[in-house]
């Protein structure tokens, strides 16, 4: 069953330091998704990409953070300088559409990042 | 701005026993997904309610959606162990696809099953 990737699981890195989380999206799935964990917390939205063009991204996506889609499988989300309160688990997602209407999201499995 | 709310937020069941989860939001959506999430896992798609009365079973687990109550419920029946875990409810897309694909999640319900 196809299934969304997500590299590296674990990632630990100083503060400052940029750090960029690496998604592979189901192969015939056209949305995009970051969604963020904060540990014990609920899932928050960050953004959504469409048509290598961001669709809706909220507060959270402020300037340190970015998407690209580099090539034709991967989908990464960079954040430029790290702060301490960026530490969560990143989940990446995608869907398909069908005459405009979408369908569930599937999520990886995650990254978590913890920034010391 | 979409507001979700669950409750309970913490629910100890015992096996055999029936409960309802309940998911409220504030503003109009065309769309709610029910989701489950086991400690330190992802998020795992258990059903996608997509019009007003749409009822969905899987196993001792049912969703019902009442867009005009802006309602969710997840109903589960003779609750066995293994169905403890996080269950998030969340809206997605608005009114005329103003935010399209976005999903807002609730705060979760940590559901814990004792034999």
């Known amino acids: 069953e196809p299934e969304v990737t997500q590299t590296p699981s674990h990632q630990v890195t100083q503060m400052g330091q940029e750090v960029i989380l690496r998604c592979v999206p189901i192969s015939n799935h056209l949305y995009f998704y970051w969604y963020r964990q904060i540990l014990g917390q609920k899932v928050e939205f960050l953004v959504s990409f469409y048509n290598n063009e961001i669709s809706e991204k909220s507060e959270i996506f402020d300037d340190q953070f970015s998407v690209e889609r580099p090539d034709g499988s991967n989908f990464t989300l960079k954040i430029r300088s790290t702060k301490l309160e960026d530490s969560a688990m990143y989940f990446c997602?995608?869907?398909?559409?069908?005459?405009?209407?979408?369908?569930?999201?599937?999520f990886g499995p995650g990254t978590r990042l913890t920034v010391t | 701005e979409l507001k979700v709310e669950q409750n309970p937020l913490f629910l100890s069941m015992q096996e055999g026993k029936n409960y309802t989860i309940y998911c409220n939001y504030s503003?109009?959506?065309?769309?709610l997904y029910w989701y489950r999430q086991d400690p330190g896992k992802s998020l795992e798609s258990l059903f996608v309610?997509?019009?007003?009365?749409a009822v969905k079973q899987e196993g001792r687990l049912m969703a019902s959606l009442d867009t005009k109550a802006r309602l969710s419920t997840l109903h589960i029946t003779a609750a066995v162990h293994d169905l403890s875990a996080t269950y998030f409810c969340a809206p997605g897309g608005g009114a005329g696809g103003t935010s399209y694909g976005k999903l807002t999640f609730g705060q979760g319900t940590i559901l814990t099953v004792h034999p």
């Open positions: 309610l997509l019009s007003n009365g």
């Open positions: 997602a995608s869907s398909e559409a069908d005459g405009g209407i979408l369908f569930e999201q599937y």
């Open positions: 503003t109009t959506s065309d769309r």
